[in-house]
């Protein structure tokens, strides 16, 4: 009998967590979705130290709120599942149970929130945004384009990372330390800076000659944008492009037929006779 | 009688304002444009404290003016047409409105220029610059292809807001209020102004692991860039393709058949019956 | 007699200055072509104030001799031709021209260097470097797909204007004169700086609602660049496609024929009969 | 006998350092990858400062065990040839030997590190990072593509910097030293600057009309990194489109035949006789 009930009512559970088309599982969406927005609003405000002074109470039982909330969340999601370990161990599950700990560390170890690493802890509540991309969805589209050009990506970064390695150190070797070029690492923060043409101005070459590599290293990054784009839009492209064979129909002589097609879109003539 | 002559005059009025093929139509056109230009170029002036101190007075006779002229406008328009109504309610209708307003809601409230709020609805001019896209007009393919992949952007958009936030969190436990990432929101700001290769140079990573960091946000930022480009260019081809029509075959159920189908390409069944 | 000599001088001129293919028309391109790069090297070195002032006198012979060079290729190209007045209208006569003019100004005006207007006259020499596109040519591809998509690129070039005037309004009414909106004008400055992606940095907003603010903007800077680059990649694509029918050939049903083919590329069959 | 032996010698030598399909020459190709990034790393630990008085002596040594393996490299390599001359003045056989070489240098000059000369010797040893590309290899169609649209590359690059050019002096003209543009190469520099909107803020306009002129130059580069970019996803895509060959019709001289054509599309002559 008792196994029904707790049958029962892990169906149910399921029906809210894992479900959105029931009237009680929309309200838990959107109950959820508030509260990781707010969750983050949280996070953000108390890292401003006016904020945090004025209000740090009101945010931190927000944030003890939110925590309950998320904790319950958690355990019913476990409860819900027949074979919950997949669940615990899959990247959500990890992220489900970041969203939980801060709080709980804090708990633990009371007064500690400067430590560097529990501030860490604390801070790693914003990954709950990544709880977001259950209702938005990555854009499967992007993802396939962009997994297709991976290989092409990956072998452009490579070449661009050597061209930075490179003219970091020349750049290094031109300007040195008393322009701020102080060490080869910062000469190729400085030529990434430029090459991607973000161009921060922290560090600027002062020798005529510095300058003009400056200048050759930006109409290169000019040209070398044009490389990831071309790959990822031909990719786009690629994928629209209607796959149509360049037989003719026997009866009419149309043409342009799809590869998948048996009949003429024109006449209804059987193509493959 | 009088009913005529109104009849008569209002077609004259639609005429002048409504129409650009008459020449009095032509030349209200030209006017109007004039006086746009010219009141959005007082407005700019105004704003410069120097400007203003030789000119203040010549500027509020040009005010006036144009004023006078954008209420005679508004009037005008309203009384031309049969059901006004509409037109009020419309965006233009008002824009239009809220180009007489401020100069109005100075006369009743002087010496106010310096309150935020008067000064704000003064401000309010400048969205007469809406009004030249009635001359213009928004590019209607460009609008179209946006709107084409707005799902598209407004993913990519989410996805890179998220990335913001996490990778801006990471930079505020890297760097710290000692580098200028005074606070999450801040460290968000930088992340952006990074990531789209902005680079404003206020605020810079110091320690060498955050330097390591932002040449990876560059980076990212310089491959991201390819995605709405890709997007956009895709769409702006796809213009080219071969257009399919949505409807199913009544017979088999196939669809994507080319607009010029006839029959089935897969059941060879004509399709409109 | 003498006018057949002077016919036969005026050839031989003609084949030197506008003729390539002749050994002495190589040789005068190439003079040419180095004096012209003489001529704006020493332009710029003589901006430099330590250089000019190391090598004044040097750099004001090499002036001599280049204006003297230029002097008479001018006249010789107005002997050379039968009917001159074309070519003295044309924009490189007016270009050649500017190129002999500074050098006899100052002789006419001399130690009037530090004037303005003088200084600007003797900077007009740099044009002499679109004399060198007589020997590369501009790009006609470029010019025919950026011909093609003008409109395009001005209607949306209208649009953005708008924008940034908007925009900048609303940054200067939230930032105002204290952290550098010191006027409209200059945050349409600071909103166009930011909103292309250059980001110099000599404004930055610096109250939260500002950032904010700046952050859209940069987004939609990062959204709209996709547009001109999308409407030249299309360009650029339309201008390469292979112009091909879709008859089929009446004896072998090979289709894809060019638009001008007569007869069928793989059976030779005549294709329109 | 011993001609024989040395055969073997070399046969398994080449084996080792030339292919990677037996166990040792993926062991070899190992070590030597991981040797290249130790290298490359010492040499940008080096130039830290800091580190470098922690830590020179245990540079030192790293250096001299990498040195003495691409030591014994080069040698192999040079003895594994049965013509090593071919290597030896190949691309990769001068960064073998640049590899090795600042180390003996030291060893012969020692103490001169500070020289400017011997610094950048040293620092030629960052070139090891091209010995990675062997591993990797250049993207062949990222080159093709590149290489295809190599001329209106260069065009397009020529037409920008005679642009950058003339822009420059004119702001040079317009703002003067008073704002930092001190000279006309630093005004190109300038106008480089923002025109690939990489924008450092080192030196901004300050006069308004300069602003302007700013704005222009913005608005400009934004529409001309359109161009490359056109340019390269123009040539990806053209992998797709209908390949012709260049030879002509014996019989009437016509082109662009397709690769697929027996006979010409233009006077049905055969093509291949």
Redesign the interface.
Known sequence: MKTIKTEKFRTKLHEIIYEADTPTGKLFDIILLILIILS?VA??LE???SVKYLYGDELEIIEWVITAFFTFEYIGRIIALKKPIKYVLSFYGIIDLLATLPAFIDLIFPGLHFL?LI??VR?LR??R??K??HF????N??VV??KKSRL??A??????I?LC??LG?LM??IEG?ESGF?????S??WT???L???????I?PET?FG??V??VI??L???I??????????????R???H?N???C?NC??????D???????????LNE
């Open positions: 983050i996070v953000m890292s401003m130290a560097v501030r860490a801070l914003v990954f945004i990544l977001l991309v938005v969805g990555a854009s589209q992007l384009a962009l092409k990506i072998v452009f970064l490579f070449n661009v050597v390695i490179i150190t290094y070797m330390p102080t060490s080869i690492p910062t190729i923060y990434i800076v430029t991607t043409t973000v161009g921060f101005g922290d600027t005529p300058q003009f400056s200048m930006m109409i990054g000019y040209g944008i044009a490389v990831p784009t071309g790959l990822v839009t031909a990719e786009f492209m690629s629209d492009k209607v149509e360049t037989q003719a026997r002589g149309f043409e342009n037929h799809r998948d097609a048996i009949y003429c879109y024109h006449c209804g003539h059987a």
